[in-house]
């Protein structure tokens, strides 16, 4: 009996060994336990419910743009530490290494299906996609750009917000973008990413002349929890998703992943 079971536990450990780490991906909206490589080649979208996974700005990046057409610029403002906030440098040395970005946002002019736009992509992965003054100074950048030059601006974001660590630096990126926008002549297209909320959305990412959002995309100023709390009230049923945005005007489409380049393109038609 003994020597039965001790051949039945090295038997399902063998097993074990033999499924390599990483094949399989949890949905966290419907718990469906899904094949990676599918879920890759359905743009991170779970083939169950719809769920959009969050990814990140190079994902975006091969998304929308045309391929090789992106050209980066600003890379050289980097992040200082106005504050002195205890273990900041170290988070953003860290944030670097595991995001391989310089900071939470990554601006340039790229071409989608052949005509030439300003971009901004927000990446969740870096603090957050928190807007400190940097990411601030980096979109007013594009912004200006897009004006100078007469080329579409298009903003990808996921963003919690303001970036405590650099505190009224960080909030004044507010003001900053959005004053930047009223002098901009040209169409612009705003995408609202699973979260967009605080500070960004506040700002820059509210004021598009189109607004887009992911299928379920967190959209607000201060999370569903907190208001909760501050009202003592419940709140409705999908209150602060892209749905519920829609459905009260405050967006103007819902678009699945897999349309969001088509659109662009039909919108840059139309607005240019």
Not at 25 to 38: A, G, N, P, Q
Not at 77 to 90: E, H, S
């Amino acid at each position: 009996m003994k020597w039965f079971q001790i051949r039945k536990k090295i038997g399902k450990e063998s097993a074990k060994k033999e499924i390599p780490d990483g094949l399989w991906i949890k949905c966290t909206s419907c718990d469906e336990i899904l094949y990676k490589k599918e879920v890759e080649k359905n743009l991170m979208v779970c083939s169950k419910c719809n769920f959009h996974f969050r990814v990140n700005s190079a994902f975006y990046k091969k998304l929308l743009l045309d391929e090789g057409s992106f050209t980066s610029f600003d890379e050289n403002i980097q992040t200082a530490d106005p504050l002195q906030f205890k273990g900041y440098v170290k988070k953003i040395e860290a944030a670097r290494k595991e995001s391989s970005l310089s900071e939470a946002v990554i601006t340039g002019e790229a071409k989608i299906d052949g005509r030439d736009v300003e971009v901004a992509i927000m990446d969740f992965s870096f603090i957050g996609g928190s807007m400190g003054s940097v990411v601030g100074e980096r979109v007013r950048r594009a912004i200006e750009r897009a004006s100078k030059q007469s080329l579409p601006l298009l903003t990808v974001n996921a963003s919690g917000g303001a970036r405590m660590h650099e505190g009224i630096f960080s909030l004044m990126q507010m003001a900053k973008t959005a004053t930047a926008l009223n002098k901009l002549k040209t169409p612009y297209i705003s995408i609202l990413t699973n979260p967009t909320t605080a500070g960004v959305l506040a700002s820059y990412a509210s004021l598009g002349d189109i607004l887009i959002a992911e299928p379920g995309a967190l959209i607000g100023f201060a999370g569903p929890r907190v208001i909760k709390q501050t009202i003592k009230k419940e709140l409705p049923d999908g209150f602060q998703r892209a749905e519920f945005l829609l459905e009260h005007g405050l967006i103007d489409m819902i678009v699945s992943r897999k349309n969001l380049k088509d659109t662009i393109i039909s919108l840059l038609s139309h607005l240019c």
